[in-house]
């Protein structure tokens, strides 16, 4: 069981960075892959980018890549996700994930943050 806590969300402007960090407590917090996810109001839940449990491998969304970068600190048990030139279509509730595999299906993990909002204006 691992416990997983969203923080770091706000109001920017397009163009603008952002921070969102993940915490987590419980089980061995190097053991899992982490993930981050987003859901905008009226649409499912998509996948964003994912690490594995040492860092050395990362996967994005092409909506995402060359603009975010996700990593990790296992001394901390805490995952990041920087975000850069946000556009308005990333506004969304951002949700951190964890799970002994990486899936790009909301389905596939197992323990979930509750979320963090992210507003990109225009």
């Known amino acids: 069981q691992v416990q997983l806590v969203e923080s770091g969300g706000g109001l920017v402007q397009a163009g603008d960075s952002l921070r969102l960090s993940c915490a987590a407590s419980?089980?061995?917090?190097?053991?899992?892959?982490m993930g981050w996810f987003r859901q905008a109001p009226g649409k499912e839940r998509e996948f964003v980018t994912a690490?594995?449990?040492?860092?050395?491998?990362?996967y994005y969304a092409d909506s995402v890549k060359d603009r975010f970068t996700i990593s990790r600190d296992n001394a901390k048990n805490t995952m990041y996700l920087q975000m850069n030139s946000l556009k308005p279509e990333d506004t969304a509730v951002y949700y951190c994930?964890?799970?002994?595999?990486?899936?790009?299906?909301?389905?596939?993990?197992?323990?979930w943050g509750q979320g963090t909002q992210v507003t990109v204006s225009s």
């Open positions: 994930a964890a799970d002994s595999i990486i899936g790009r299906t909301p389905k596939t993990w197992d323990y």
């Open positions: 690490i594995d449990w040492s860092g050395g491998d990362t």
């Open positions: 419980g089980r061995t917090f190097s053991s899992y892959a």
